[in-house]
Nanobody, 127 residues
Framework: QVQLVESGGGLVQAGGSLRLSCAAS????????MGWFRQAPGKEREFVAA????????YYPDSVKGRFTISKDNAKNTVFLQMNSLKPEVTAVYYC????????????????????WGQGTLVTVSS
């Protein structure tokens, strides 16, 4: 069993930066794909970023490329999401996610295939 715990959310001014952290515990060796989704009020949960535990490759949708960066610290079983140049439209609850299936950073994580979710951390960007 795996537990994911997010931290780092909060209120930030437009143009500022935040770094979210996701600490994994339990049977972490079973995890291959790690990433982040977000969900704004009244909207569908949206894929944000992913990283392969095996080769370190990353994948982002066009909506965040150049502004968000996902990284990992294998020794600490932690995944990070660095968010720069923040705009009010990125305000949402951000969820850490993990997949036990093989993942190589060649595409987005499949929402239906996520096996573990964090509780979510709220990111609010003020104008």
């Amino acid at each position: 069993q795996v537990q994911l715990v997010e931290s780092g959310g909060g209120l930030v001014q437009a143009g500022g930066s935040l770094r979210l952290s996701c600490a994994a515990s339990g049977r972490t060796l079973s995890l291959h794909g790690m990433g982040w989704f977000r969900q704004a009020p009244g909207k569908e949960r949206e894929f944000v970023a992913a990283i392969s535990r095996s080769n370190g490759k990353t994948y982002y949708p066009d909506s965040v490329k150049g502004r968000f960066t996902i990284s990992k610290d294998n020794a600490k079983n932690t995944v990070f999401l660095q968010m720069n140049s923040l705009k009010p439209e990125v305000t949402a609850v951000y969820y850490c996610a993990a997949d036990r299936r093989p993942y190589y950073g060649l595409g987005p994580l499949d929402y239906s295939g996520i096996t573990y979710w964090g509780q979510g951390t709220l990111v609010t960007v003020s104008s």
